[in-house]
Nanobody, 123 residues
Framework: QLQLVESGGGLVQPGGSLRLSCAAS????????IGWFRQAPGKEREGVSC????????NYADSVKGRFTISRDNAKNTVYLQMNSLKPEDTAVYYC????????????????WGQGTQVTVSS
């Protein structure tokens, strides 16, 4: 059974950091583009950052550029999202997803989804 599991969320003060992990089971991530998405209460799910299967290409939402870094370790079947300089507006449930192609970093391009991990940025 294909499964993605996110971890690493939590409560952090503004300016703090978190590293999210997305671990796969039941399949290997090597051939998939992976995206991180987030959804805040009352808002649509939005793309945060996506990475190609090789890791050679990435993209970021303008709101997180320079603060977030996506990376992958195919040997560990895991993708990471390092989040620095967190802001209250980064508060959301963060999801990782796997897709066949690296094109647009939008939810409809991705087929397999994790259950999400809550990130709360508050003092």
């Amino acid at each position: 059974q294909l499964q993605l599991v996110e971890s690493g969320g939590g409560l952090v003060q503004p300016g703090g950091s978190l590293r999210l992990s997305c671990a796969a089971s039941g399949f290997t991530l090597d051939y998939y583009a992976i995206g991180w998405f987030r959804q805040a209460p009352g808002k649509e799910r939005e793309g945060v950052s996506c990475i190609s299967s090789s890791g050679g290409s990435t993209n970021y939402a303008d709101s997180v550029k320079g603060r977030f870094t996506i990376s992958r370790d195919n040997a560990k079947n895991t993708v990471y999202l390092q989040m620095n300089s967190l802001k209250p507006e980064d508060t959301a449930v963060y999801y990782c997803a796997a897709g066949r192609e690296f094109r647009l970093c939008v939810p409809y391009e991705y087929d397999y989804w994790g259950q999400g991990t809550q990130v709360t940025v508050s003092s």
